[in-house]
């Protein structure tokens, strides 16, 4: 499984920008899906997650303000992020992790990250 993000940038305040993350390969077992971001200087923290039931979960900082979502098939994991503010700025990264079920033929607990892309938010 690999994945790939892109849709990063330099924006203003309050400005919009959708990030994409491609997912190819033998997305099955694929339960969780989820976005996280590392600013300079800080540890990498998870930004908002969705999971097989479609739950999802946003860190308090984002809430109302971005959303998570995927397609059906698992292939992609979006993130729409609104007004965003300078603090938002950091290199994001999306992450997949396959589930340990037996029903799908799914015997291995493994986590796919991909490479990264830059958010800039300009005050």
């Known amino acids: 499984v690999q994945l790939v993000e892109s849709g990063g940038g330099l924006v203003q305040a309050g400005d919009s920008l959708r990030l994409s993350c491609r997912v190819s390969g033998d997305t099955k077992c694929i339960s969780t899906m989820a976005w996280y971001r590392q600013a300079p200087g800080k540890e990498r923290e998870q930004v908002a997650r969705?999971?097989?039931?479609?739950?999802?979960y946003y860190v308090d900082s984002v809430k109302g303000r971005f959303t998570i979502a995927r397609d059906d098939a698992k292939t992609a994991v979006y993130l729409q992020m609104n007004n965003l503010k300078p603090e938002d700025a950091a290199d994001y990264y999306c992450r997949a992790v396959d589930t340990i079920d037996t029903a799908r033929d799914c015997r291995n607990w493994e986590e796919y990250w991909g490479q990264g892309t830059q958010v800039t938010v300009s005050s």
């Open positions: 969705i999971r097989d039931s479609g739950t999802t």
